[in-house]
Nanobody, 124 residues
Framework: QLQASGGGLVQAGGSLRLSCAASGRALSNYLMGWFRQAPGKEREFVASISGSGGSTYYADSVKGRFTISRDNAKNTVYLQMNSLKPEDTAVYYC???????????????????WGQGTLVTVSS
Protein backbone atom coordinates (compact mmCIF):
# COMPACT_ATOMS: atom_id res chain seq x y z
CA GLN A 1 0.00 0.00 0.00
CA LEU A 2 1.24 3.47 -0.95
CA GLN A 3 0.23 6.58 0.97
CA ALA A 4 0.92 9.99 -0.55
CA SER A 5 0.92 13.13 1.56
CA GLY A 6 2.23 16.68 1.68
CA GLY A 7 -0.06 18.43 -0.74
CA GLY A 8 -1.63 21.78 -0.03
CA LEU A 9 -2.13 25.34 -1.18
CA VAL A 10 0.93 27.39 -2.06
CA GLN A 11 1.59 30.63 -3.89
CA ALA A 12 3.39 30.67 -7.20
CA GLY A 13 7.13 30.53 -6.65
CA GLY A 14 6.72 28.56 -3.44
CA SER A 15 7.76 25.04 -2.52
CA LEU A 16 6.19 21.83 -1.28
CA ARG A 17 7.55 18.40 -0.49
CA LEU A 18 5.42 15.38 -1.18
CA SER A 19 6.00 12.06 0.53
CA CYS A 20 4.98 8.56 -0.46
CA ALA A 21 5.20 5.98 2.30
CA ALA A 22 4.89 2.28 1.62
CA SER A 23 3.67 -0.48 3.85
CA GLY A 24 3.76 -4.18 3.25
CA ARG A 25 6.61 -4.11 0.76
CA ALA A 26 10.23 -3.02 0.56
CA LEU A 27 10.41 -0.05 -1.77
CA SER A 28 14.02 -0.81 -2.66
CA ASN A 29 12.70 -3.52 -4.97
CA TYR A 30 10.60 -1.06 -6.94
CA LEU A 31 10.99 1.70 -9.47
CA MET A 32 9.01 4.61 -8.04
CA GLY A 33 7.25 7.31 -9.98
CA TRP A 34 5.26 10.46 -9.41
CA PHE A 35 2.40 11.36 -11.72
CA ARG A 36 -0.12 14.17 -11.68
CA GLN A 37 -3.59 14.77 -13.01
CA ALA A 38 -5.05 18.22 -13.50
CA PRO A 39 -8.81 18.72 -13.80
CA GLY A 40 -10.04 17.61 -17.19
CA LYS A 41 -6.67 16.26 -18.23
CA GLU A 42 -5.06 12.86 -18.43
CA ARG A 43 -2.68 11.64 -15.78
CA GLU A 44 0.87 12.54 -16.76
CA PHE A 45 4.33 11.46 -15.74
CA VAL A 46 6.34 13.77 -13.50
CA ALA A 47 9.43 11.92 -12.29
CA SER A 48 10.82 8.48 -11.54
CA ILE A 49 13.63 7.02 -9.46
CA SER A 50 15.26 3.61 -9.58
CA GLY A 51 15.25 1.22 -6.64
CA SER A 52 18.75 2.18 -5.56
CA GLY A 53 18.08 5.87 -6.11
CA GLY A 54 20.92 6.12 -8.57
CA SER A 55 18.83 6.85 -11.65
CA THR A 56 16.24 9.57 -11.94
CA TYR A 57 14.20 10.90 -14.83
CA TYR A 58 11.99 13.98 -15.14
CA ALA A 59 9.35 15.34 -17.43
CA ASP A 60 10.59 18.39 -19.29
CA SER A 61 7.92 20.52 -17.63
CA VAL A 62 9.43 20.01 -14.16
CA LYS A 63 13.11 19.52 -14.92
CA GLY A 64 15.24 21.85 -12.83
CA ARG A 65 12.39 22.62 -10.43
CA PHE A 66 11.41 19.23 -8.97
CA THR A 67 13.64 16.64 -7.34
CA ILE A 68 12.69 13.05 -6.68
CA SER A 69 14.51 11.14 -3.95
CA ARG A 70 14.03 8.11 -1.78
CA ASP A 71 14.96 6.84 1.65
CA ASN A 72 14.73 3.07 1.49
CA ALA A 73 15.42 2.76 5.20
CA LYS A 74 12.21 4.72 5.79
CA ASN A 75 10.44 3.07 2.88
CA THR A 76 9.55 6.51 1.59
CA VAL A 77 9.89 8.41 -1.67
CA TYR A 78 9.84 12.19 -1.88
CA LEU A 79 9.11 14.83 -4.47
CA GLN A 80 10.60 18.23 -3.66
CA MET A 81 8.81 20.85 -5.72
CA ASN A 82 10.33 24.31 -6.01
CA SER A 83 9.43 27.37 -8.06
CA LEU A 84 5.89 26.14 -8.32
CA LYS A 85 3.65 27.50 -11.06
CA PRO A 86 -0.14 27.61 -11.34
CA GLU A 87 0.09 24.99 -14.08
CA ASP A 88 1.54 22.57 -11.52
CA THR A 89 -1.88 22.45 -9.86
CA ALA A 90 -3.04 18.82 -9.90
CA VAL A 91 -3.61 15.73 -7.84
CA TYR A 92 -0.23 14.06 -7.44
CA TYR A 93 0.05 10.29 -7.30
CA CYS A 94 2.94 8.03 -6.40
CA UNK A 95 3.29 4.70 -8.12
CA UNK A 96 5.50 1.63 -7.96
CA UNK A 97 6.73 -0.76 -10.63
CA UNK A 98 8.06 -4.16 -9.64
CA UNK A 99 11.42 -3.58 -11.32
CA UNK A 100 14.98 -3.32 -10.02
CA UNK A 101 16.68 -2.05 -13.16
CA UNK A 102 17.72 1.50 -14.02
CA UNK A 103 15.52 2.16 -17.02
CA UNK A 104 12.75 4.73 -16.66
CA UNK A 105 9.06 4.30 -17.45
CA UNK A 106 6.68 7.17 -18.13
CA UNK A 107 3.44 5.39 -18.99
CA UNK A 108 0.83 4.88 -16.30
CA UNK A 109 0.29 1.33 -17.53
CA UNK A 110 3.88 0.46 -16.63
CA UNK A 111 3.23 0.85 -12.91
CA UNK A 112 1.77 -1.88 -10.75
CA UNK A 113 0.69 -0.06 -7.59
CA TRP A 114 -0.73 3.39 -6.95
CA GLY A 115 -1.26 5.66 -3.98
CA GLN A 116 -4.45 7.59 -3.40
CA GLY A 117 -3.22 11.02 -4.50
CA THR A 118 -2.59 14.32 -2.78
CA LEU A 119 -3.86 17.66 -4.06
CA VAL A 120 -1.43 20.46 -4.87
CA THR A 121 -2.91 23.87 -5.61
CA VAL A 122 -0.68 26.71 -6.76
CA SER A 123 -2.24 30.15 -6.70
CA SER A 124 -1.08 32.98 -8.95
Amino acid sequence: QLQASGGGLVQAGGSLRLSCAASGRALSNYLMGWFRQAPGKEREFVASISGSGGSTYYADSVKGRFTISRDNAKNTVYLQMNSLKPEDTAVYYCAARDYTGTYYYTMTSAYDYWGQGTLVTVSS
